[in-house]
């Protein structure tokens, strides 16, 4: 069965701090995908990555970037610098990678991160 | 475009009475999600339809759920004497093919108060 970790629950910085976010999988399939969401206050989700289970680069997107560490089954977020609108709830989620199949999402209970200006 | 619509954003409703969420995917996608969302929670799934079929129904809670999606579009959550425990906010993904190597994009939920 698949399981996503993420054991930070609530996370408050002050405005241009750093800030990561940890996340820890479980999976039995040597192939999957690994995404992270973010659902503002709204409550939409709102897509942020995606990453292939065989591509262990690290990517980095202006302000956001992610670490894949296969060897740990962590995808850590970080935000650099971050600002009052990254207050969000984060959620971390796995899903397997089979042409047709359902590709079901697995979600972590999400972290709740504030940004005080 | 238009992304993924949900209506209604909100609907309360008294135990035991019936109830349908309606979610519209993005144009042309052929396959549809619905999962629901506790408070406090991550999305839990609920069921998968690949076109107009079900192909996956297996995270439905019991037999009082139900969805279709008989012409391979929209699609609508049915819920039979709903239960205090069903509120929640019900959201809806679609991708572009079967799902497997496609991102899913969620609409905006409807949040269902079983009261």
């Known amino acids: 069965a698949q399981k996503v970790t993420q054991a930070q629950t609530e996370i408050s910085v002050v405005e241009k701090e750093d800030v990561t976010l940890d996340c820890v999988y479980e999976t039995r399939d040597t192939t999957y995908y690994l995404f992270w969401y973010k659902q503002p206050p709204s409550g939409e989700l709102v897509f942020l990555i995606r990453r292939n289970s065989f591509d262990e680069q690290n990517e980095i997107s202006g302000r956001y970037s992610w670490n894949f560490q296969k060897s740990t089954s962590s995808f850590n977020f970080t935000i650099t610098a971050s600002q009052v609108v990254d207050s969000a709830v984060y959620f971390c989620?796995?899903?397997?990678?089979?042409?047709?199949?359902?590709?079901?999402?697995?979600f972590g209970k999400g972290i709740t991160l504030s940004v005080r200006p | 475009g238009a992304g993924v619509s949900q209506t209604p954003s909100n609907k309360v409703t008294e135990k035991g009475k019936y109830v349908e969420l309606r979610c519209d995917p993005i144009?042309?996608?052929?396959?549809l999600y619905w999962y629901r969302q506790s408070l406090g929670q991550g999305p839990e799934f609920l069921i998968y339809?690949?076109?107009?079929?079900?192909?996956?129904d297996s995270g439905l809670p019991n037999d009082r759920f139900f969805a279709v999606r008989p012409e391979g579009s929209v699609s609508t959550l049915k819920i039979q004497r709903t239960e205090r425990g069903d509120s929640a906010v019900y959201l809806c993904?679609?991708?572009?093919?079967?799902?497997?190597?496609?991102?899913?994009?969620f609409g905006p939920g409807t949040r269902l108060t079983v009261l």
């Open positions: 993904a679609s991708t572009p093919t079967s799902g497997s190597t496609d991102t899913q994009y």
């Open positions: 144009s042309g996608h052929t396959a």
């Open positions: 989620a796995l899903s397997e990678a089979l042409i047709g199949a359902n590709s079901k999402l697995t």
């Open positions: 339809f690949q076109g107009t079929g079900a192909a996956d």
